[in-house]
């Protein structure tokens, strides 16, 4: 095994899958010549040629809508966004036509677009938001964010298989800054089966994407000052989401804090804290707490965008209470 | 000025059998047409018993530039229909009976009860049901034209939209791609003068939908949609220029509505001389007539040809009511496509 990026491994898993499958092609904005903004698709029109490798006008609505009918007649298409928020113009397609089209008219529609998300680095309101959780929230869609280089590469060659719409979330701060083990040979990895990202007995964390480090840093401040012991769940997919494992962990625990990057109200977390308050309210020993972004756009100078995203410090004080209730 | 070509009508036999049609396929149009009307007026009539839940469109008046253009379809090629083209369905050939199970929301209807009216189509037969939201299927027909570009086939998809649903961005980004990319694609405008309300001079400013083509880099026609031969020879032209590799085309085919947006309205805000005007042109009359004047239909060949639809239309009803309502126990069914879904001979 090589050490890799989580960008590379979504690179090499995404080549694996063309180099599998002639059915699989990439269309999106500057994803040929220049390889895409973040470069996960660089060398990928030399290789592949430039019909499975496609340029697209400034059309979000009809990139995803084209891999919709591609799909229908025997393609695999990959849609990339240029950034996650730019699916807001795709919207209407993906909710009216492919997340319905199998419930109502029997189509599958086997598409997966890439969204890259997230914020960190002043990108402002435009390049930096999660909108997983509004897409978690239409029946029909599958909603997958990877945290790790080998979930990255296992998961997109999940989701280039499967026979639905799936959106994959691949978080831009993660990009160059996680590296890991990664196998060479392609390999897949289920929807639905939250990994363990590290065992701990006092309190339960369950999150996914680039929250997973800022979770197990608070944990390790925490077990270094305090000696509290943290499980985290990293969910590596929201639709499906692995219910079970976070109930049993919270069994365990007694104790429960989602964490996530997206906005608070109607976020994915309420989700799992009602579920978490529904079916394991006798194994809790306090309320379960959130700690999210607040109700506003991603801003964008530094000191305001720091204040925004759940911070090492939010997560370590949400524990404290946690572990003292 | 119109910037689009102007479609001229076609003058005798000799002029179709030089666009592929022998006379017995003049006659199986004539069947489709009837049928196709036929459908329309007995779901009305159903819906008028209670028969059919929710609300009922139909596409009168727009029966020839359906039928035209599907008849111009070659058997592998694709196509996303919209609610006022019932005749593409009935040429590729969907049963009647499934159609009025559809109505009536029944479980043998091709979408199970789990969507009404026009709201189907068997993707067996190249079709791709429409949504609500017009014309979100005209980039998915562009989509399926790219999948044909890719793997260098011979294949042509035809979208659909209305003149109305030529006012929403679908409509460009989806003319717009398929322009730059030459993709095997057909645009049909079937531009009936009303969106619900709303007149064409208040959804565009050009003289014609179709002169937008130009703008996109390839030919725009207009023609008389109710005239089925001019539709057919327009289409048959598009759809094979598009085969070889020559690009887009996008027709439009001027009619008029002939009902109100569905039945509930009764198309009071349409002029009276303008439906007085239109009825004089029907696309099944016209048809009829033009049988009679350049290919001796008689009247023993129309007579057989109703008395087949009519049978064909009480079976198919009585079929479609003997099909249960759907178990609410499917209520939760199909959300998601398993692998096995997959095995269609379209998806590979």
Same mark, same amino acid.
């Given at each position: 095994m ?5 960008l590379?491994?979504i ?7 063309? /180099?599998?499958?002639k ?14 903004a973040f ?8 290789e592949?040629?430039?019909? /499975? ?11 995803v809508?084209?891999?919709?009918? $591609? ?14 928020d730019f699916?807001s ?8 036509v492919?997340?319905?089209?199998r ?5 599958p529609?086997p598409?997966t ?5 997230g914020?960190?680095f ?12 509004s ?16 979930d $990255? ?5 999940t ?14 701060h ?32 369950v999150?996914?994407?680039?929250m997973?480090?800022?979770a ?16 985290i769940?990293?969910l590596r997919?929201l ?17 429960a ?6 906005t ?17 309210f ?19 100078s530094p ?5 925004f995203?759940?911070q ?13 209730y | ?16 059998k ?7 396929d003049?006659l199986?149009?004539f ?6 009307r ?25 029966e ?13 090629d ?10 593409v369905?009935?040429v590729?050939?969907?049963e ?10 029944? =479980?043998?209807?091709?979408t199970?009860?789990?969507d ?8 067996r ?19 399926c ?19 109305? =649903? ?11 791609l ?10 049909v @405008? ?5 969106a ?5 001079h ?7 939908v179709?002169?937008?083509a130009?703008?996109y880099?390839f030919?725009?026609?207009?023609? %008389?949609g ?11 032209? =598009? ?8 690009g887009?085309?996008l027709?439009? @085919? ?18 009276k ?7 004089k042109?029907?696309?099944?009359e016209?048809?009829?007539?033009w049988?009679?004047?350049n290919?001796?239909?008689?009247d ?6 109703r008395?087949e639809v ?9 079929r ?11 209520l939760?069914?199909g959300v998601?496509?398993?692998?096995? %879904? ?7």
């Amino acid at each position: 095994m090589a050490e890799k990026t989580y960008l590379q491994a979504i690179s090499d898993g995404l080549r694996l899958e063309m /180099r599998r499958d002639k059915r699989v092609f990439v269309i999106g904005e500057d994803v040929g010549v220049y390889g895409g903004a973040f470069k996960v698709t660089q060398g990928f029109q030399e290789e592949f040629g430039q019909w /499975r490798v496609i340029d697209a006008p400034l059309s979000e609505t009809a990139i995803v809508a084209a891999c919709t009918g $591609a799909s229908i007649v025997g393609m695999r298409p990959v849609a990339e966004m240029q950034f996650a928020d730019f699916i807001s113009c795709a919207w209407d397609h993906l909710v009216t036509v492919a997340a319905k089209q199998r419930y109502r008219a029997g189509t599958p529609v086997p598409i997966t677009v890439r969204l890259p998300s997230g914020g960190g680095f002043s990108g402002g309101p435009f390049h930096s938001q999660n909108p997983e959780s509004s897409f978690a929230h239409i029946p029909g869609l599958k909603v997958v964010c990877p945290a790790t280089p080998a979930d $990255a590469k296992g998961l997109i060659a999940t989701a280039i298989e499967d026979p639905n719409p799936v959106l994959y979330f691949e978080h831009k701060h993660l990009y160059r800054r996680i590296k890991d083990e990664v196998p060479e040979e392609r390999y897949t990895v289920p929807f639905g089966e939250a990994r363990l990202h590290q065992e701990g007995e006092d309190v339960t964390v369950v999150t996914w994407g680039a929250m997973v480090y800022t979770a197990e840093e608070a944990a390790k401040k925490l077990q270094e000052e305090d000696g509290l012991s943290v499980e985290i769940l990293d969910l590596r997919t929201l639709i499906p989401w692995d219910k079970k494992a976070v109930l049993a962990s919270v069994e365990k625990t007694s104790k429960a804090l989602v964490l996530h990057e997206d906005t608070r109200t109607g976020g994915f977390g309420a989700e799992i804290v009602a579920t978490i308050a529904e079916e394991a309210f006798e194994s809790l020993d306090a309320p379960v707490k959130r700690i999210t972004a607040p109700d506003t756009p991603v801003p964008f100078s530094p000191p305001l965008e720091q204040a925004f995203i759940p911070q090492v410090e939010d997560v370590v004080a949400g524990l404290k209470d946690l572990g003292s209730y | 000025m119109a910037i689009a070509r102007e479609a001229e009508p076609v003058g005798s036999l000799s002029e179709i059998k030089e666009a592929g049609l022998d006379r017995e396929d003049l006659l199986g149009i004539f069947r489709n047409l009837v049928l196709t009307r036929g459908i329309e007026e007995r779901g009305h009539i159903l819906y008028k018993q209670g028969k059919i839940p929710g609300s009922f469109y139909t596409g009168r008046g727009n029966e020839a530039a359906s039928v035209g253009v599907g008849t111009a379809m070659g058997a592998e090629d694709v196509g996303t229909p919209l609610h006022r083209d019932m005749g593409v369905h009935i040429v590729r050939g969907v049963e009647p009976w499934r159609i009025f199970a559809q109505y009536m929301g029944r =479980a043998d209807g091709p979408t199970q009860g789990k969507d009404g009216n026009v709201h189907m189509a068997d993707s067996r037969l190249g079709l791709i049901a429409m949504v609500s939201h017009l014309p979100a299927m005209l980039p998915v027909a562009v989509g399926c034209a790219l999948a044909f570009r890719i793997r260098d086939e011979k294949r042509v998809a035809v979208a659909w939209f209305g003149e109305g =649903a030529s006012a929403r961005g679908d409509t460009h980004e989806g003319m717009n791609l398929a322009g730059v990319r030459r993709l095997p694609v057909v645009f049909v @405008c079937d531009n009936n003068q009303w969106a619900y309300s709303t007149p064409t001079h208040l959804e565009y400013a050009c003289e014609h939908v179709a002169d937008r083509a130009k703008a996109y880099g390839f030919e725009g026609v207009v023609v %008389d949609g109710t005239d089925v031969l001019a539709v057919y020879r327009e289409a048959q032209r =598009a759809i094979e220029k598009a085969r070889r590799g020559e690009g887009p085309t996008l027709i439009e @085919c001027l009619t008029l509505r002939m009902e109100g947006h569905a039945v509930h309205d009764d198309a009071f805000y349409v002029p009276k001389e303008m439906f007085e005007e239109w009825a004089k042109r029907d696309p099944l009359e016209r048809f009829r007539t033009w049988l009679r004047e350049n290919a001796d239909f008689s009247d023993e060949e129309e007579d057989e040809i109703r008395a087949e639809v009519k049978k064909l239309l009480n079976d198919a009803i009585k079929r479609a009511d003997e099909s249960p309502l759907p178990d609410t126990s499917s209520l939760l069914d199909g959300v998601f496509a398993t692998p096995e %879904d997959l095995d269609t001979p379209h998806h590979k």
